[in-house]
């Protein structure tokens, strides 16, 4: 099942206008990474958050964790149009044990900023 | 710098017909690698992961097989397609990063059509 669910599945906002796309998850986890999709490309890494910690930044990128509710936002501020892309929140598990190099991506936002 | 490298791009094969899929990755040692797939619209699916040479991990039961003959190296194979395993295949790498995160870079993907 997945682990992550990001909330809208697609957004459309003006160029300028700020993006903000939420991932929600359910079980315990000690890090929650953002990553971007160009249509037909393998994803990149964005932003990595710890579970100790409650905000990021990354030039234009804030990012929230909030592990009592377990969710996270992202927020694109000041939107272009090569911002358009899907977005995908991933999930670390707490475990320690073999297995913990491995990700669970959720489900993905699609975002299109309109020119 | 590390460049991952995946082939064919894309690929379309008939049903029955075995399959294989190469990712190479440069510029470091002893990754963990990683086999996705990745439905058209939606989010990852991990399909197998490896540790080292020879340790290969599967998520899922199915059609598909993995290896990890060198380091650097791993291979996804099938020895007759059905059409369900229509995707987007994406490979990956990471490395322990600071504070023990792992952090994913992907490959450029081959998008597999079974006909």
């Known amino acids: 099942s997945q682990q992550g669910e990001e909330d809208p599945q697609a957004l459309s906002i003006q160029e300028g206008e700020n993006a903000t796309m939420n991932c929600s998850y359910k079980?315990?986890?000690?890090?929650l990474q953002w990553y971007r999709q160009n249509s037909g490309r393998g994803l990149v890494h964005l932003i990595l958050i710890r579970s100790n910690e409650r905000e990021k930044h990354s030039g234009r990128l804030r990012v929230t964790l909030d592990t009592s509710k377990k969710s996270s936002s992202l927020l694109i501020t000041a939107s272009r149009a090569a911002d358009t892309a899907s977005y995908f929140c991933a999930t670390g598990p707490t475990i320690s044990n073999f297995g913990n190099e491995k990700l669970t991506f959720g489900t993905g936002t699609r975002l299109t900023i309109i020119p | 710098s590390q460049t991952i490298h995946q082939w064919p791009a894309t690929l379309v094969q008939p049903v029955g017909s075995p399959l294989s899929l190469e990712c190479t990755v440069e510029?470091?040692?002893?990754?963990?690698l990683y086999w996705y797939r990745q439905a058209a619209g939606r989010g990852l699916q991990l399909l197998f992961y490896s540790v080292g040479i020879g340790q290969i991990s599967s998520e899922v039961p199915q059609n598909l097989s993995a290896s990890r003959p060198q380091d650097r190296q791993f291979i996804l194979s099938s020895k007759k397609l059905l059409l369900s395993d229509s995707g987007f295949y994406l490979c990956?790498?990471?490395?322990?990063?600071?504070?023990?995160?792992?952090?994913?870079?992907f490959g450029p993907g081959t998008r597999l059509t079974v006909t």
């Open positions: 990956a790498w990471s490395a322990v990063g600071t504070g023990g995160f792992y952090e994913q870079y």
């Open positions: 510029g470091t040692s002893n990754p963990n």
């Open positions: 079980t315990s986890i000690n890090n």
